[in-house]
């Protein structure tokens, strides 16, 4: 009763105060990848007309989609302290298998994508039990993995080849957009569960007598939260069409379908047993294996979990590429995934982060690439700033890891 009397007490000032201590000591959060975003949004906005634009923010979305994915199934291995080097091209086998699918064979895209899912568990499975099981690094086994992977895309897209998909549904993922209506109903129906999910947690907790974010300061992080969020559906709702023949306007398709994977990883990291597994195995295995958790099963699901999700991806991948190449989930794609996990807040050395570190940190990635190549440029400079980055935030999660430890 006297911690809940002190609660309701607490006030604005009080809470900042109690948030900078927490920095001090260490508890940083996605405060860097915050930062960050806000200041590259601000510089590029000011050296390129171009890059606050509509169109270029529909564009930044769907470009960014593949990777916010890849990322998201990367949460629940770094969680763990583990890696996972074969994701990009575990992507692009997925990716091919479901464009063989529907191409070749002519399935429908839902039993393709089902397939497509259960071979990247299948995938998943395989990484996770040689590295479970078997003890074998999780580096060296997804290497292995990362060259078999590649091998694997070669047979089926032959050297230099591609496989193209021409199914309406699948193109429509990357390619169009919800109508106004449409976006607008989304948003009021996704801030409405989002009130009551915060309400619902407040109270839950305060009924429990433990500690609970001050009302107010929720309150005002929630309506700074849905008025960005409805300004972004607002200026997507626009024409963005070149010309009056080819009207585009409205929330790209592929919006919802992140914030749906977003909220049921959420819900699987803080509201079930395996997401307390995920976090008690990351901070100290030995622990966790002592409390009566089953570390060799927690480590397999998420590998398992990793690889699915990277099957989703190759799905994206396939939508806006309009095909499948030998490439696919290749070049830089691992890295920017890995880099967003990390620079939104993901802790390499497991036991910190959440699901949406993976979307703050894919964006920042993606602004990073989207507006360097509006200045013109080119790649080098471009892998430059983005390892740059991922190097500062590496550091700061090293540094503040070293300060939670001191304190």
Known sequence: ???????????????????????????????????GLVSLVAVFGAMSEFFLTNRNFANLLTQAAPVMVIAMGLVFVLLLGEIDLSAGYASGVCGAVLVLLVTNHGWSW??????????????????????????????????????????????????????????????????????PTQGWILWAVASALYLVSGLSRINSRRKAGLVVELTQLWAMKTAALLIITGG?????????????????????????????????GTFVLAKTAFGRHIYAVGGNAEAARRAGINVKRVR??????????????????????????????????????????????VSLFGGKGRMRDAILGGLVVAVIDNGMGLLGYGAGIQYLVT?????????????????????
Do not use: H, W
């Open 110 to 179: 839902y039993a393709a994508l089902s397939a497509s899912v259960a071979v990247g568990a299948i995938l998943g499975t395989l990484i996770g039990t040689l590295v479970s099981r078997l003890g074998i690094p999780s580096f060296v086994v997804t290497l292995a993995a990362f060259l078999a992977f590649q091998g694997v895309l070669l047979l089926l897209a032959g050297e230099g080849g591609t496989i193209p998909i021409a199914d309406k549904t699948i193109l429509a993922v990357e390619n169009s957009n919800l109508t």
């Open 232 to 264: 972004a559906v607002y200026e997507l709702n626009q024409e963005r069409g070149l010309s009056a023949a080819n009207s585009t306007k409205g929330v790209p398709i592929v919006a919802p379908l992140i914030l749906a994977i977003l909220v049921v």
């Open 300 to 345: 397999t699901i998420a590998f398992v979990l990793c690889s699915a999700l990277a099957s989703i991806a190759g799905m994206l991948f396939a939508s806006r590429m309009n095909s499948i190449s030998p490439s696919t989930g290749g070049s830089s794609t691992l890295l920017y995934a890995v880099g967003a996990a990390v620079i939104g807040g």
């Open 1 to 35: 009763m006297t911690t809940q009397i002190v609660l309701e007490k607490e006030t604005l000032k009080g809470a900042a105060s109690n948030y900078l201590s927490r920095v001090k000591a260490g508890d940083i959060g996605s405060l860097p990848a915050v930062l």
């Open 387 to 407: 390892g740059a980055v991922l190097l500062v935030s590496a550091g700061v999660d090293a540094i503040s890891r070293r300060g939670a430890l001191t304190n």
